[in-house]
């Protein structure tokens, strides 16, 4: 569907070519520098991710994973090093430039489903489909799409407040894939749902992968991080492991 055929992630002259989606080349993060109470969150830190890649940023409370995940994901800048997206140095970029990335380019899947109560499982997957500047039945289609590929079909006309939290997690993966963005970024997606949800989340996002769709999850659960084809493992705002993940589900 997306993963082979990589798209442009800007509408400008790149000045690195590459088969990489991310390359992260001596990043650092630093909140207040040169202040007391000065924090690095990302300490010198590069890192390569190949397109159709399902990798996993593992890491305990106060890492920096989170951080990490919002420069990837375009949310914030680094203060130093570069950032290549698709070969583009996103790091350079102005906010107008960062916000029509994310927009196109990625989708977010956060732990608290972020879902607006009062609207329906379909009009919460429309939305970010109307800031796409999407006509009414085409976004339409692509909404109803989605949420069958995750098996809520007959959920559609339910708000948020009607449905369990394993499925306010899949109208959420219904809104991240919608417009079919070739990177999907998941942030805890399974940390507010008992065991059996969370494992129906990650076949679904190891089946997006396996479509094509390259996956970046953020945890701090280690055997969530199995699942995974490769771990990076951050502490204290660097990496200290870079090792593969089974690449799939227990049986």
Same mark, same amino acid.
């Given at each position: 569907?997306?993963?082979?055929?990589?798209?442009?992630?800007?509408?400008?002259?790149?000045?690195?070519?590459?088969?990489?989606?991310?390359?992260?080349?001596?990043?650092?993060?630093?909140?207040?520098?040169?202040? +007391?109470? +000065?924090?690095?969150?990302?300490?010198?830190?590069?890192?390569?991710?190949?397109?159709?890649?399902?990798?996993?940023?593992?890491?305990?409370?106060?890492?920096?994973?989170?951080?990490?995940?919002?420069?990837?994901?375009?949310?914030?800048?680094?203060?130093?090093?570069?950032?290549?997206?698709?070969?583009?140095?996103?790091?350079?970029?102005?906010?107008?430039?960062?916000?029509?990335?994310?927009?196109?380019?990625?989708?977010?899947?956060?732990?608290?489903?972020?879902?607006?109560?009062?609207?329906?499982?379909?009009?919460?997957? +429309?939305?970010?489909?109307?800031?796409?500047? =999407?006509?009414?039945?085409?976004?339409?289609?692509?909404?109803?799409?989605?949420?069958?590929?995750?098996?809520?079909?007959?959920?559609?006309?339910?708000?948020?407040?009607?449905?369990?939290?394993?499925?306010?997690?899949?109208?959420?993966?219904?809104?991240?894939?919608?417009?079919?963005?070739?990177?999907?970024?998941?942030?805890?997606?399974?940390?507010?749902?008992?065991?059996?949800?969370? =494992?129906?989340?990650?076949?679904?996002?190891?089946?997006?992968? +396996?479509?094509?769709?390259?996956?970046?999850?953020?945890?701090?659960?280690?055997?969530?991080?199995?699942?995974?084809?490769?771990?990076?493992?951050?502490?204290?705002?660097?990496?200290?492991?870079?090792?593969?993940?089974?690449?799939?589900?227990?049986?």
């Amino acid at each position: 569907m997306f993963g082979k055929n990589k798209p442009p992630i800007a509408e400008q002259q790149t000045d690195y070519s590459s088969d990489l989606l991310i390359d992260v080349r001596q990043m650092s993060k630093i909140y207040n520098e040169g202040k +007391e109470n +000065e924090v690095r969150a990302l300490d010198n830190i590069s890192l390569t991710v190949p397109w159709g890649e399902f990798l996993c940023i593992l890491g305990q409370s106060g890492s920096g994973k989170s951080t990490l995940m919002n420069i990837l994901g375009c949310l914030d800048i680094p203060t130093y090093g570069t950032y290549y997206l698709n070969g583009q140095a996103v790091s350079d970029m102005k906010p107008s430039v960062l916000s029509g990335i994310r927009n196109r380019e990625i989708g977010f899947i956060f732990q608290g489903f972020n879902l607006i109560p009062a609207l329906t499982a379909l009009e919460n997957v +429309e939305l970010p489909l109307i800031y796409r500047g =999407l006509g009414r039945e085409e976004r339409h289609q692509l909404a109803v799409d989605a949420l069958t590929s995750v098996g809520l079909e007959k959920r559609m006309s339910h708000r948020p407040g009607e449905m369990s939290g394993g499925q306010q997690q899949r109208v959420a993966i219904a809104r991240a894939v919608a417009a079919k963005p070739p990177i999907i970024m998941a942030d805890e997606p399974t940390g507010n749902l008992d065991s059996a949800s969370g =494992l129906d989340i990650m076949q679904k996002l190891t089946a997006l992968n +396996e479509q094509g769709t390259s996956i970046i999850l953020i945890t701090h659960d280690n055997h969530l991080a199995q699942m995974a084809r490769r771990i990076v493992t951050i502490q204290d705002g660097r990496i200290i492991s870079d090792e593969a993940g089974r690449g799939g589900l227990d049986e």
